[in-house]
Every structure is written in structure tokens, then in C-alpha cells.
């Protein structure tokens, strides 16, 4: 297609792309440098693997822009592109949803009589014996708040961004950005002075894990969150956004509310819910 000339048609052929297969290639490299490193390897294959997938990244977004610019993202393109964005949120819910399964399943039947290995590595109760838990209104409750007025900054930049005010965008974005940073150095030292983490007694138990997998993946969401903002930081003191056309500001903002909710529910079930235990809310 030629430079800064729309279709003729409402759909995008997308031109002929090197990114799917070297992203391919560095992932597999990635995986195999992975697996040789667990096993003693030098861990330069797996680098040079994770390098590839970056730089691949990079490139395919770099041209997904470059479309955008060049008029391919027509109205009925952005519509799709939205519906993507719905479906891979919708794949995300699903997989805090089976961490909130295990949490519930070991939560509220710590005493299967049908399990008798899981009465015993319980002592029939949830959080089991010996596990002190996070108390929930320190610094859990903190990063709630973080959480929350990250979610009013951004919709304060979408906001300025949808009234062409550029000021308002790029110190929503900005205020959102150190928000995020904030709660990841939090989490941060919350995870280093977990009593349960790692000690021979308490670690290694089933609370322990369902607790880091859960609210650390939710910690991974923050960051690529916060990086995804910082990229549309940039875009937008380039001047990529206008009114009518920011797909890739709405989706990282929609992203943003995503690991918000997330977040709330987090706090509730597992640190407030999981802090007293099941029998106190049956």
C-alpha cells in the first residue's frame, strides 16, 4: 500500500510480515535456552531467545503504528481490533478465574473427609497451621488505593484525550505510570517479608503457592500495564492520538481497568477472606 494512502475497501490486507516467523524462531530458542539452563546450562541461549522475542515485539507493534498512520485502520478494522482486545481480556479472566478455583476449592474444604492427605497437610482449617497471613489493612489496603486512583488517572487521561486536551492526556498517563510503579515496589516488599514464603516450616504449603501464583501473576499484569502505558506515554507526546482515532491508548486503558478489578478481587478473597479464614464468613 502506498505512503499515507487509505484503502478503497472498510478491511486491512495485511502486507507480506518476517515477524511471525522470527518470533516463532526466537520463542522456540527462548524455551530450549530455558529448559537447557534449569539443567545447568549457560544461560546465553535463552538471552539471545528473549532478545529475539523483544526485538520481534518491537518491530510488529512498530508496524502496526505505521499502519494506523497510513490510514489501514479503517472505522470497521478498529471495530475488529476492539473485539480482539474484548476476547484476549476475556482469555485473562479466565485464568485469574482458576487461580480463584484453587483458592476457593482449598479455602472452603479444608477438611475433606474424601481427601484424607489434604485434613492432613491442612489440620482442618484454611489458612493451615502455622501460615500467619498478610494483615490486609496495611499495606495490601495501600495498594488498593493505588490501584484505585490509577483507574481515575487514566480515565482522566482517556477523557482528556477524547476533549484533544494533550496537556491532560500526557499527565494522566504520567500520574497512571508512577501509580503503577508505586504498587509493583510495594508488592515488591510485601513478597521479601512474607513469613510464609519460604521457611522450612511454613513454606512450600499450598496457601503459599496459591497466594504468590495469584497475586504475582497479577503483579506481571501490572508491569506489562505499566509498560504498555509508558509506550502510549511516548505516542502520545509524538502526537499519535487524536479524538477519533487511539486504539492503542483505549486498549491499554481497558487493560488498566482490567488488572484494577482484578486487583479488588484479590484483596477480598484472598487477603481479607484468606487472612481469617473460611469459617468466619460461613
Known amino acids: 500500500m502506498a505512503e499515507g494512502h487509505a484503502p478503497h475497501h472498510d478491511y486491512h490486507l495485511v502486507e507480506p510480515s518476517p515477524w511471525p516467523i522470527v518470533g516463532a524462531v526466537s520463542a522456540f530458542v527462548l524455551a530450549v535456552g530455558a529448559i537447557m539452563w534449569m539443567h545447568g546450562s549457560v544461560p546465553w541461549i535463552m538471552a539471545i531467545g528473549f532478545a529475539g522475542v523483544l526485538y520481534t515485539m518491537f518491530m510488529w507493534w512498530r508496524d502496526v503504528v505505521h ?12 471495530l475488529h481490533m476492539r473485539y480482539g482486545m474484548m476476547l484476549f481480556i476475556a482469555s485473562e479472566v479466565m485464568f485469574f478465574v482458576a487461580w480463584f478455583w484453587a483458592f476457593f476449592n482449598a479455602a472452603l474444604f479444608p477438611d475433606d473427609p474424601t481427601m484424607i492427605a489434604r485434613t492432613e497437610l491442612f489440620g482442618g482449617q484454611f489458612p493451615p497451621q502455622g501460615i500467619v497471613p498478610f494483615n490486609p489493612w496495611h499495606l495490601p489496603l495501600i495498594n488498593t488505593l493505588i490501584l484505585l486512583t490509577s483507574g ?10 477524547l476533549h484533544n486536551d494533550r496537556k491532560g492526556l500526557v499527565w494522566g498517563l504520567l500520574l497512571t505510570i508512577v501509580l503503577g510503579v508505586m504498587f509493583t515496589s510495594i508488592q515488591a ?7 510464609f514464603a519460604f521457611s522450612a516450616q511454613a513454606g512450600g504449603n499450598v496457601y503459599g503457592s496459591i497466594f504468590f501464583m495469584a497475586t504475582g501473576f497479577h503483579g506481571f499484569h501490572v508491569i506489562v500495564g505499566t509498560i ?14 487524536t479524538p477519533q482515532q487511539h486504539f492503542g491508548f483505549e486498549a491499554a486503558a481497558w487493560y488498566w481497568h482490567f488488572v484494577d478489578v482484578v486487583w479488588l478481587f484479590l484483596f477480598v478473597c484472598i487477603y481479607v477472606w484468606g487472612s481469617r479464614g473460611a469459617e468466619a464468613f460461613m
Open 228 to 241: 504498555f502505558l509508558t509506550v502510549c506515554l511516548f505516542r502520545a507526546l509524538a502526537g499519535h492520538f
Open 189 to 195: 516488599y510485601e513478597y521479601g517479608h512474607a513469613a
Open 67 to 78: 499502519e494506523a498512520h497510513t490510514g489501514s485502520h479503517t472505522p470497521v478494522v478498529q
Open 152 to 161: 481515575t488517572t487514566v480515565t482522566w487521561a482517556h477523557h482528556s484525550l
